[in-house]
Structure formats: structure tokens, C-alpha cells
């Protein structure tokens, strides 16, 4: 079972964005990027597929500019086999990822692609479920278990509420939710490994995608600053000031 996993390079979740004075988005000169956390999860789930004799081949796949090379060379840290970067300077959105990652499957032809829930730079959620459709596969979304059977995946889904076992036919399309796993830790030796793994580099146009963006940003805004709380003496000072400057008791 061949499994492609989809690993995207964002700003990395420590880093506290700022906006753009001109307010066209954030500003990521400079800052530190790393992989999507929930990509990482994605790549752990498959990696510890291909431990277990349920996958032959873990294939990560990246779509954007050339520095994403670094995105799927962390990948191959973790346990991929070798990478596909789909390079583009163009500002991708989730409509466009989703045809440029069904291009790439229709050539690789894999039996299972993992991706993240979201990507925490633009908090889409969405390009899992554009993949399916596209690809009219069946889907599992945030998961939190994945089990592969005989032509089969039963995928334990975080809910609201509580947790729902779906059963799919292979392929499918799975989205990790952030309980799946813990990713490893990168160790030196497997980044040195990591090194001689192959990653080819195609363009969209060899695709035949155009991913030119739909949607347009009409600004982006930092989020209003929050007022200072004010520390009261007992409860009843807290219920005197609800009554009398909150009005809402
Ligand atoms: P989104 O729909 O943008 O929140 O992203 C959901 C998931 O789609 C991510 O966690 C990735 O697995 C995948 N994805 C989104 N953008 C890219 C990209 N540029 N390259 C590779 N995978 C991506």
C-alpha cells in the first residue's frame, strides 16, 4: 500500500505574526517556518504504517515555493521515503492545493492520502474534503485512530460530543486531528539519512493545473486588544459590580 501524505510550510506555531502595514496579510519575512503540525502527525501516522508492514511506500508531497524543499526534507526525517515538491511562487489556495494534489495521485495512484485537518496559517480546513470530491474517494476526517484492514481503513473520528468509527474503501482520504499521535522526535542521524532520500521538483504546468488564486484577501486586521480585567475582593463585590457596571445580572 502506497500512502502520500500532503505537508505544508507555515510560519511555525510559536511565532506571533504580525500584519502587514499595508494590511495585505501577515509579514513572514524573516520568521521562522516549519511544517504544519497537524502535516507532521500525518507523516507520523504514515511512517508508523510503513513500521508496521501495512505500507510499502510513504511518499510526501508539497505544494509551494522552493523552500518547502526544507518542509518535505523534514518529512523524510520522520520516515518518508522520498518527496514531491509541486514548486510555485503563486499564493496557493485551498482549491488550487487540492487540484495539484490530485494530479500527483493520479500519477502516483496511492491507496491512502494523509493530510492535516488544517493549516494553522490559514486556518482553511478545507483541502482534504476539495481532495475527495475531486477525487470522488471516500473520506475520514479529523481522525484520531486509523486502522488499515483488507482493502479497508476504519478511522476513529473526533466529534462533537464524542467519537464516531467510520469504515472506508480504500482509497481514501484521511485528515489527522491532533490526538492521531505524537510525532517523533528528528533525530541528527535521521536528518543525515534524510539527506540522500530523493525529492523531485515539478511544476504545475506539468501538471496541467493552472492554481492561480479564486478568492481575494480584502484585508487583514490584527485582532482587537482585550481590555484589562480587574481583581475583586470576595463574591459579593463580584456580584455588586455584575448588577451595577456589567448590568447583566
Ligand atoms: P487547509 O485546508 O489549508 O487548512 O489545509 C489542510 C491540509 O491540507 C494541511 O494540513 C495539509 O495536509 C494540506 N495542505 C494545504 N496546503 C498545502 C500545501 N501548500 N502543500 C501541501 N499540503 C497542503
Known amino acids: 500500500m502506497k500512502v502520500i501524505t500532503a505537508v505544508k510550510r507555515v510560519v511555525d506555531y510559536n511565532v506571533k505574526v504580525r500584519v502587514k502595514s499595508d494590511q495585505s496579510g501577515v509579514d513572514i519575512g524573516n520568521v521562522k517556518m516549519s511544517m504544519n503540525p497537524f502535516d507532521e502527525i500525518a507523516t507520523e501516522a504514515a511512517t508508523r504504517l510503513k513500521e508496521a508492514g501495512k505500507a510499502t511506500e510513504v511518499v510526501a ?15 523524510l526525517a520522520i520516515g518518508a521515503d522520498r518527496g514531491i515538491l509541486v514548486e510555485t511562487d503563486v499564493e496557493l489556495q485551498p482549491l488550487s492545493v487540492a487540484k495539484l494534489l490530485k494530479a500527483v495521485i493520479d500519477r502516483e495512484r496511492p491507496e491512502l492520502v494523509i493530510l492535516g485537518k488544517q493549516a494553522i496559517d490559514d486556518d482553511a480546513g478545507q483541502t482534504g ?4 470530491a475531486l477525487l470522488d474517494w471516500p ?34 482520504i484521511v485528515t489527522t486531528d491532533l490526538r492521531l499521535n505524537e510525532p517523533r522526535y528528528v533525530t541528527l542521524p535521521n ?3 534524510a539527506k540522500k532520500k530523493p525529492i523531485e521538483t515539478i511544476k504545475p504546468a506539468d501538471l496541467g493545473v493552472d492554481p492561480a488564486p479564486r478568492l481575494k484577501t480584502l484585508k487583514v486586521v490584527e485582532p482587537p486588544v482585550r481590555k484589562t480585567g480587574a481583581l475583586v475582593a470576595n463574591v459579593a463585590a463580584l456580584v455588586e459590580k455584575l448588577k451595577t457596571e456589567a448590568k447583566v445580572i
Open 61 to 75: 508531497v508539497s505544494c509551494g515555493v522552493a523552500q518547502s524543499q526544507e518542509t518535505l526534507r523534514t518529512a
Open 129 to 132: 474534503q476539495l481532495l475527495a
Open 139 to 172: 473520506q475520514a476526517t479529523f481522525a484520531s485512530n486509523i486502522e488499515i484492514g483488507d482493502g479497508t481503513a476504519t478511522v476513529t473520528r473526533e466529534v462533537d460530543g464524542g467519537l464516531e468509527v467510520v469504515s472506508l474503501r480504500l482509497p481514501a
Open 191 to 193: 536528518i543525515m539519512k
